[in-house]
């Protein structure tokens, strides 16, 4: 005979597992114990008498069963979401989960501030942003609205452009001082060039001459995953670096980093707000978009 339990409960424990990939990312994050949230999940894959998770003392992941599962799980939880917050639009009160993903340094577009202005704006809002560089699937990962930088493609969710930031040439002036500024992209070859691999074509840096978009083959002795830690290697005089002006902009305001051939800037990116068509039944991401667009 199965035991009672708070399903609903055990259902949020057992996401929040998923999302932090761990039992102790999820204890840390609910302020639970571990062997409490160890004790939700069994509870869970005994009430629906399956197992949800191949666990071991080194890695945890999902069965196929559990990969189902999260994706309906999370419908369900939306749905319940979704009740409570209309109950409080009725009353004329914005109120529920908002959950957004964004590039790691999206600080550089000032959301952290635009998000702190809404959340001042509407208290009874309770927002989740993850900041990581993959690309979330929107619908099958719970996510309400993405913050995308660049070409998306296409797709059946809506897109809200956003602003658009500037693709710079960028270097340390002590770095210039030392090694001479390049007057033009194909005098790159000659300069240790910061790359980041984590680019479709890391070593072919894209430039525009006279509207026609040209390329030129770079080389460094420093390749690195992220733009932030290429940023910080040019602030530090380590070499030329070109990234979007976001992913640096502390260094740009402090002068660590200073511009280089501007006039061969590629066209700006577009950074857009990514959502599925039909959450805008959603009064939280409603108020969001509409804060955003003002």
């Not at 160890?38 to 003392?57: F, G």
């Not at 340390?172 to 984590?198: M, R, W």
């Not at 070593?203 to 460094?220: A, P, T």
């Not at 990234?243 to 980093?257: A, H, I, K, N, V």
Request: charged share 25%.
């Amino acid at each position: 005979m199965q035991r009672k339990i708070d399903l609903i409960k055990a259902i949020r424990i057992f996401l929040s597992v998923v999302e932090e990939e761990s039992f102790s990312g999820a204890s840390g994050k609910l302020g639970l114990a571990t062997s409490a949230i160890s004790k939700n999940v069994s509870d869970l894959e005994q009430y629906y008498e399956c197992k949800l998770l191949h666990r071991n003392t080194r890695s945890m992941h999902l069965t196929a069963e559990g990969m189902h599962f999260v994706t309906e799980f999370r419908r369900v939880i939306a749905q319940l979401d979704g009740l409570k917050a209309s109950v409080f639009q009725r009353k004329g009160v914005v109120a529920g989960k908002l959950t957004i993903t964004s590039p790691e340094n999206a600080q550089g577009l000032k959301i952290d501030y635009k998000l702190s202005r809404f959340l001042q704006l509407f208290p009874n809002v309770e927002l989740r942003w993850l900041q990581q560089n993959r690309r979330f699937n929107v619908v099958d990962e719970g996510i309400d609205v993405a913050i995308r930088v660049g070409l998306l493609e296409d797709s059946d969710l809506i897109v809200q452009s956003f602003t658009s930031v500037e693709n710079q040439f960028v270097a340390s002036p002590e770095y210039l001082h030392q090694h001479g500024t390049p007057l033009h992209p194909d005098e790159l070859t000659n300069h240790q060039c910061l790359i980041e691999v984590a680019n479709r074509r890391p070593f072919l840096w894209r430039y525009l001459e006279e509207g026609i978009e040209k390329s030129v083959e770079v080389s460094g002795s420093l390749e690195l995953d992220k733009g932030e830690t290429v940023a910080f290697f040019a602030a530090h005089g380590h070499g030329i670096a070109r990234l979007p002006s976001f992913m640096m902009q502390q260094y740009l305001d402090s002068g660590e980093l200073v511009t280089i051939l501007p006039r061969f800037n590629t066209k700006p990116l577009e950074v857009s707000l990514v959502y599925p068509k039909n959450s805008l039944s959603n009064p939280v991401l409603t108020a969001f978009l509409e804060f955003m667009r003002s």
